[in-house]
């Protein structure tokens, strides 16, 4: 059990992950503080972490943003821990990729050297798969691992994936300088699913949620997915061992083709899924579907494409052991269906 002393930040407690890491938190018996770039998302945040556990007086809401230097030193203080889950995730790429890729970065090293001065023992700073896979290798048919870096130079590479991962080697690169490794963890999910606490989507989320809805038919695309509720269990792990400081951690779980979650929603929800497309749509199609649609287009690049990653590190250092991928495809689509979208 956590010493119920020991207070814990996680920025962007409004979000899909960070609520989880809040609420597995509270659970675990920490004193929580969690940052809200806007105080009108605190009711939002406390309703979707009171429908999961009782905070009582241990959760404290604060207003900070990545992109100001404002409120941090007051976030942090006093942290035996820092959990930096807050980073942006837009629906359409920017024209423009340092609209993304500065605030990514220059957000993720103010929270860490905020949270350094601070004295907080650790830093677990949320990365991407985004910053594993595009290392330049051709359709690697081995599992990528921790020792994968994307090259954030390659051409052809989306403002996300870049900011990804120049964010992370940032924060490498200031430990690294000051001798503070240890310091800090990094935690790398592929796309992450599950029960939902409000009306925030992701675009794993909004992939399941249009399914649901009866979209024509499924693109061919997979990916690799895990549960919200895994990575924040992986996320605390990551916080408090030994064998964490220093390292990075890809959290995944199995490969799925659209179509196998598409199958999954059928067979265990039935007449709940009846609007789930059997036909898969010609990678044609979806083409030139991505002219009209920024998000659509965003995906292009991965029809077909199968890329796996590996967990072997973080299971035998960590312990990571996520549940059954079926358990999760249908958890989230049913907390879909009670909490629409904003």
Request: glycine fraction near 10%.
């Amino acid at each position: 059990m956590a010493n119920p002393e020991e207070t814990v930040l996680v920025t962007g407690g409004s979000g899909f992950l960070g609520g989880w890491c809040v609420i597995e938190l509270l659970r675990a018996g920490y004193q929580v503080r969690t940052t809200v770039r806007s105080r009108s998302r605190e009711a939002e945040l406390r309703s979707g972490v009171a429908s999961q556990v009782n905070p009582g007086d241990r959760l404290d809401v604060l207003t900070a943003d990545l992109g100001e230097d404002a409120g941090w030193e007051e976030a942090v203080a006093g942290c035996s821990y820092v959990l930096h889950v807050a980073s942006p995730f837009p629906p359409a790429q920017p024209k423009n990729p340092d609209d993304l890729i500065v605030p990514a970065r220059e957000g993720t090293l103010r929270v860490l050297r905020a949270s350094l001065a601070a004295g907080a023992r650790r830093v677990v700073v949320t990365s991407s798969v985004a910053a594993i896979r595009n290392s330049g290798e051709e359709r690697p048919a081995r599992q990528l691992t921790e020792e994968d870096w994307t090259d954030p130079t390659l051409p052809g590479l989306s403002p996300y994936v870049r900011s990804k991962t120049i964010a992370e080697r940032a924060a490498w690169e200031l430990v690294g300088e000051n001798g503070q490794s240890e310091r800090l963890a990094v935690i790398n999910p592929v796309a992450i699913i599950g029960p939902v606490l409000g009306p925030d989507r992701s675009y794993s989320l909004q992939a399941i949620e249009r399914m649901m809805g009866g979209m024509p038919g499924v693109p061919r695309l997979g990916f690799s997915f895990v549960d919200v509720r895994d990575v924040a269990g992986l996320e605390l792990a990551a916080m408090t061992a030994p064998a964490a400081g220093g390292e990075r951690f890809i959290a995944t779980g199995p490969f799925l083709w659209m179509s196998e979650v598409a199958q999954i929603l059928r067979d265990r929800l039935g007449d709940q899924a009846r609007k789930v497309p059997r036909r898969q749509i010609p990678d044609f199609v979806v083409r030139t579907m991505a002219r009209f649609d920024p998000g659509i287009r965003t995906v292009v690049s991965d029809l077909g494409q199968k890329v796996t990653y590996s967990a072997e590190k973080a299971r035998q250092r960590l312990g990571f052991s996520p549940r059954p991928i079926e358990e999760t495809v249908v958890d989230c689509a049913q907390s879909l269906t009670s909490h629409p979208g904003a």
